[in-house]
């Protein structure tokens, strides 16, 4: 049997370190000033049942547990607008302190669920006591009102092991909708809030 | 002149001692399974040129700011969903560690502008050094699509003073809808989704 | 069998309030410009298994553990001068969020092994979700050097149960003495050094 | 005029960093039951009056500000044991995420006044948004018992810039006197402690 608490002190410690470091750059863009495309940053580690249960269902042996799932560090990162998303991609990929491994883009093409969000994988170097050791970590990025409606679905999803009922079926889409427009909605009044919010900076430090 | 540092100090400690009970809260929710109606929470003290500002605006004193500024401390609590914002309310109203001076109920009646919020001003009795202080403290309590709105609108209203161009307002009104639309679809897949949180959190234990 | 995370977490609530109230007293003293006679702050929910040890050694029954042990929630107040250890009892004695039920002072009276410290064991009525709870607290006041030597005998105490071979009795009392020697050497230095702590603070403020 | 603000983020930000990552393997050590060298982790940076006024007493222009002043950020690494020290300075000379510019081992060599520490500069890789940049920072690597005298003597210094009263400065050497013997007594019987911990390490974990 693995010891857990020693397999997985790796992965806390890069989530910390990357909730650190994105939540620093969210405080450069305010001190300049700017808009920030980071709105917050949440991290965790998967809890160990739940690895258990996707080496089950996804037929991942323990020894490439490492490589193949890559999801056991999982950072978020939420955006106030949808074109935060892909700024904040772009600063993922230009950083030296991470490799970038994998993209998916689901935001601009959702799952057929509704689902939309933006996922990078990456490799972190992580320093321990006497080597180095890359972990990977499966950033997500994506809106208040996406992250809102994925945290929805994945309540419903655990329960119904993605066979939902016609009538949620329906709500959820519905739901989905909704959070899109409301996406929409916002992007469009966009600039005229970053112009909005720069303002209120000059006005507070003059 | 104002000793500002001195004079804001008692309130960032009720905000921080706030923060921390409040989120106990949703811990002891978590922890017996049960649906959590505070999502997060933040707070913050308003910073010293707001206040001056509001002084002016709205012609209070210095002598007077203890008892008619209310919002000097802030506490924002979030919710998934509407129904959520009374059960919060309940049980601030219930605590013995704090008294309910005001209510202001802005979710069955939206202002004009679309803003929607639950607004609780509560007297909070302050431990200091050598005496007991009590501050008041304004907690907002809205779903997560209210404070998206309502950051949004804040930024634009500190622009324009209120005195939005045609187009802007029309745009604010839509997105206030479509906010509006979301809380209403997530409010009635409700109680399916806390069905299904107990059910996760059931086979987590188990 | 008992459900201990449930029967614990008032006592975690309670030791992260405290923390956060005697740290945020701290920092009044700083702004002041005043020696803090509260140096640093450190709290710990008693172990489970370390709970059941006692439990057996001291014969108590499960039943009556929220009254007859005491420091199932602990507190830890580290002091830079043996005065200000009587300082800090004095704040805890008038204060009105917390009652003294307890006071034990090794300080003036040492143990035979030579452990230093001031004990006081308070009731803090806790605010749960639908009631108002009382947990003891122990909080353990004491100076840097009696800190480092109790850490030290706790350690050895654990593995010889009291029983110890001469020459380590023999080393564990010159430690102490050293320790005492130091702390004397610091009260004597002590008014010095406060007016001193006091000129670098006029100095950056002016 | 600098914009000081702007300046200093960095050094907050290689701070904040670093404290993660030195608290990050204390918790490794604990976790495999060993003793760890580093007991707790302080960090600050460097206030901006304290930094003009050495500007001024090091005649250290501006422009040159990043690489003479070498301590605008500092790191504390608190030890047990004087052994301690030097296991620490070699966890830091075999880190990849970081390079050491300058040693000096005022542990062997104590300066006149009774100081004790082991300073390390470094030079940290911190990923700006746009950009990579090196800070240098210097840690400090100390017991605590040379911590205690340290914050002391730091605190006189300041008022008397060196200059100390007969008297006082008989104190301060018969204070360091007392904190070099703590150590001492705590560095002989040391191989019993560590046991002790590892004994008690094990019996928790049953």
């Known amino acids: 049997m693995k010891n857990w608490s020693q397999f997985l002190m790796p992965y806390g410690q890069a989530v910390d370190e990357l909730k650190l470091k994105f939540r620093a ?3 450069v863009y305010q001190n300049q000033g700017e808009h920030s495309p980071i709105e917050f940053v949440t991290g965790r580690v998967k809890p ?3 690895i258990l249960e996707k080496m089950q269902r996804r037929y991942i042996r323990e020894d490439v547990l490492e490589t193949d799932m890559q ?3 999982g ?3 939420m955006c106030q607008f ?3 998303i892909y700024q904040v991609a772009d600063l993922i990929r230009q950083r030296n302190d991470m490799t970038v491994i994998e993209e998916r883009d689901y935001v601009s093409n959702s799952k057929p669920s509704g689902y939309r969000s933006y996922h990078i994988v990456i490799e972190y170097p992580l320093q321990l006591i006497d080597q180095e050791k890359k972990v990977l970590v499966e950033i997500q990025v994506r809106t208040l009102s996406m992250n809102f409606w994925a945290t929805v679905e994945h309540s419903l999803n655990y ?4 066979e939902f009922p016609e009538e949620i079926s329906e709500r959820l889409k519905r739901a989905a909708e909704a ?3 409301l996406d929409q909605e916002m992007s469009e009044i966009r600039e005229e809030i970053q112009e909005a919010q ?3 900076y000059d006005q507070q430090q003059g």
Chains 1, 2, 3, 4 share one sequence.
């Open 159 to 162: 329960k119904y092991q993605g």
């Open 25 to 27: 750059l969210r405080k």
């Open 71 to 73: 999801d056991i560090a």
């Open 82 to 84: 949808v074109e935060d």
């Open 198 to 200: 720069r303002y209120q």
């Open 179 to 181: 959070s899109f427009m």
């Open 48 to 50: 160990v049942n739940s």
């Open 75 to 77: 950072l978020r990162i």
